[in-house]
């Protein structure tokens, strides 16, 4: 099976300072793979030059493309990249007025994602805005509602709506239970279980919380000082860690 991302060699540098360095991995179909280290040790830095929001200075994201076969997201012209992030990515925020629009409704905020690549019909666009509030547990009736009069959850869920209505094959997500209250944060999390297996979806998702990896991923990766330490499937690295970095993430975790 082809994977459906290959990272090769990345490498981020700002300044003299490594963002992160000699990154390599492949990503399945269906598969999840968790990102986990303290803070600086290069999550973010990686995951931006996946997505095409950083352009990493060396190395190769390898992308499979509907149309074209594997496909070298760094040095793809821009036009077709931001063609993908539409169509084949998405991107979860931590902070969800980072992915929407807050002056816009939120049927409009999930419609506008159907308009860019191509939904023109206003009762079915509509229609699927009220369906999709429904799978992120948002009642039909706040849908002309802007999103600054939601809580912080439900914020989130209408992101995470936002960027699943258009069937993307690959989700980057950044921190997306952060910052939230622990029982929305339980609550998030069951969502984004059940929607990532309902729509088998491949997703890398950078977070310090090893409860959201144990819960969402499938692998793991575990980087420090913006190198990858250790690697493998989430309950063996959990369970039975061999960096020494990562026994000290995982102990530290038990021990609150
Ligand atoms: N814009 C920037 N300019 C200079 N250095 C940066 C920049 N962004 C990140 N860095 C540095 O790159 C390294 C990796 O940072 P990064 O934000 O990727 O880590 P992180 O693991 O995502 O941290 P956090 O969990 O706090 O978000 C750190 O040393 C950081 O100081």
């Not at 997306?176 to 297996?197: K, Y």
């Amino acid at each position: 099976m082809t994977p459906l991302l290959q990272v090769k060699g990345v490498e981020k540098r700002y300044g003299r300072r490594i963002g992160c360095a000699d990154v390599n991995f492949d990503i399945f179909p269906g598969e999840v793979m968790g990102i986990v280290g303290e803070s600086g040790s290069g999550k973010s830095t990686l995951l931006n030059c996946m997505a095409g929001l950083l352009k990493p200075d060396a190395g190769q994201v390898i992308f499979d493309t509907r149309a074209d076969g594997p496909v070298d997201t760094v040095t793809m012209s821009e036009p077709v990249r931001r063609m993908l992030s539409r169509t084949d990515w998405a991107f979860v925020h931590q902070h969800a007025r980072d992915g929407l629009r807050m002056s816009v409704s939120a049927g409009g905020n999930i419609g506008e994602r159907l308009m860019a690549v191509g939904g023109r019909h206003y009762g079915s666009i509509r229609g699927k805005a009220i369906d999709w509030l429904g799978r992120v547990e948002i009642e039909e009736s706040r849908v002309d509602d802007r999103p600054s009069a939601f809580s912080g959850g439900m914020q989130q869920r209408l992101q995470i709506a936002r960027n699943l209505v258009t069937g993307p094959r690959l989700v980057f997500m950044d921190e997306p239970t952060g910052g939230l209250d622990v029982s929305v944060q339980a609550r998030l999390l069951d969502l984004l279980r059940g929607l990532v297996c309902e729509m088998r979806l491949s997703a890398i998702i950078v977070t310090h919380d090893l409860a959201v990896v144990r819960l969402l991923a499938d692998r793991l990766m575990v980087m420090k000082s913006g190198r990858v330490v250790e690697a493998g499937l989430t309950d063996q690295v959990l369970d039975d860690p061999q960096h020494a970095y990562t026994q000290l993430l995982v102990s530290s975790v038990l021990q609150v």
